[in-house]
């Protein structure tokens, strides 16, 4: 079975700076997506970004890039240019090729509370 | 068009009690999954749905959990007789399809305080 890993529970970051946040896998799979979610208190889950595990080159979404390490099992989040409305709970999940009685479920690790300092 | 909707927003039951709660997906998508959320975790799956079909239940955490889905539509998740380590958020989320590739569009969530 995969497993997620966030061994940050909590960052924090001021407004404009950049911040990383961490994210270990473990899987036997060749082939997979991996995922940042946002969820911020009204619960609503945010894809943030995702990565496909045959692509080498690192996904980017505006102020939002992974630094993705197959090798490594690593896929940590880089935010730029943070703002206030960035502060959120953060969710690092793996997903698996589709299977008949699966799906395609997603594993998520524990999170990381992100908070953004004016 | 209209996301995934889920009703009720926040529940409040006894312990011992029967809860239902519902997932509206996306209109067209065929792929519909469920996930609980306990205070201050990551989401842990507990069944998805293909049509109205389920093919692994294992993700329950014990028979007192059930699902069911109508057609490619509204999927229902009983709890009976809720403990109070039932208390959590419950997600659903749906899918065109169910392949890897496309994207799980989640709703907000029902929170569900067992006292």
């Known amino acids: 079975a995969q497993t997620v890993t966030q061994s940050q529970p909590e960052m924090s970051v001021q407004e404009a700076e950049t911040v990383t946040l961490s994210c270990t896998y473990d899987?036997?799979?060749?082939?997979?997506?991996l995922f940042w979610y946002k969820q911020p208190p009204s619960r609503q889950m945010i894809l943030v970004i995702r990565?496909?595990?045959?692509?080498?080159q690192n996904a980017t979404e505006n102020r939002f890039s992974v630094n993705f390490q197959k090798a490594a099992k690593s896929f940590s989040l880089k935010i730029s240019d943070s703002q206030l409305g960035d502060a959120a709970m953060y969710f690092c999940?793996?997903?698996?090729?589709?299977?008949?009685?699966?799906?395609?479920?997603?594993?998520f690790g524990e999170g990381t509370q992100l908070t953004v300092n004016p | 068009g209209a996301g995934v909707s889920q009703s009720p927003s926040n529940k409040v039951t006894e312990k011992g009690k029967d809860v239902e709660l519902r997932c509206d997906p996306i209109?067209?998508?065929?792929?519909l999954y469920w996930y609980r959320q306990r205070l201050g975790q990551g989401l842990e799956f507990l069944i998805y749905?293909?049509?109205?079909?389920?093919?692994?239940k294992s993700g329950l955490p014990s028979d007192r959990f059930s699902a069911e889905r109508t057609g490619e539509s509204v999927s229902t998740l009983t709890i009976q007789r809720t403990q109070q380590e039932d208390s959590a958020v419950y997600l659903c989320?749906?899918?065109?399809?169910?392949?890897?590739?496309?994207?799980?569009?989640f709703g907000p969530g029902t929170r569900l305080t067992v006292t």
């Open positions: 989320a749906s899918s065109l399809v169910p392949d890897s590739s496309y994207e799980q569009y």
């Open positions: 899987t036997s799979e060749s082939d997979y997506y």
């Open positions: 990565q496909e595990a045959y692509k080498q």
């Open positions: 999940a793996y997903r698996s090729d589709f299977t008949e009685t699966s799906g395609s479920r997603l594993t």
């Open positions: 209109s067209g998508h065929t792929a």
């Open positions: 749905f293909q049509g109205n079909s389920a093919p692994d």
